[in-house]
């Protein structure tokens, strides 16, 4: 099983950027494909941003544009730059980490808060 664990979240003015870290422990693997997904209250959560380990990337409706992901598989980690940052963003950010073909290694972070307000 893999730990996830989540940085980088606060309070952040409308039009700024935040930089979120994701760093995971564990039986690691670049089979593994690592993403953010975001939960405002009263909603559902949503697909942000993937990687896969080749770095092939899959974006959410959402924030697609605004948003870049990267993952560094020597350190096992995945970060998630967001720009121009909207109050709507504002949310609970979870990072998940599943091989695809083997649903039973879904694994989430507790989730960092952003807060996008003047």
């Known amino acids: 099983q893999v730990q996830l664990v989540e940085s980088g979240g606060g309070l952040v003015q409308p039009g700024g950027s935040l930089r979120l870290s994701c760093a995971a422990s564990?039986?690691?693997?670049?089979?593994?494909?690592m993403g953010w997904h975001r939960q405002a209250p009263g909603m559902q959560r949503e697909l942000v941003a993937e990687?896969?380990?080749?770095?092939?990337?899959v974006f959410g409706d959402a924030a697609e544009g605004r948003v870049t992901i990267d993952r560094d598989n020597a350190k096992n980690t995945v970060t998630l730059q967001m720009n121009n940052l909207k109050p709507e963003d504002t949310a609970v950010y979870y990072c998940?980490?599943?091989?695809?073909?083997?649903?039973?290694?879904?694994?989430w972070g507790p989730g960092t808060q952003v807060t996008v307000s003047s």
């Open positions: 998940k980490a599943v091989i695809p073909w083997e649903t039973s290694t879904e694994s």
């Open positions: 564990g039986r690691m693997s670049s089979a593994y494909v």
């Open positions: 990687i896969t380990g080749r770095k092939f990337l």
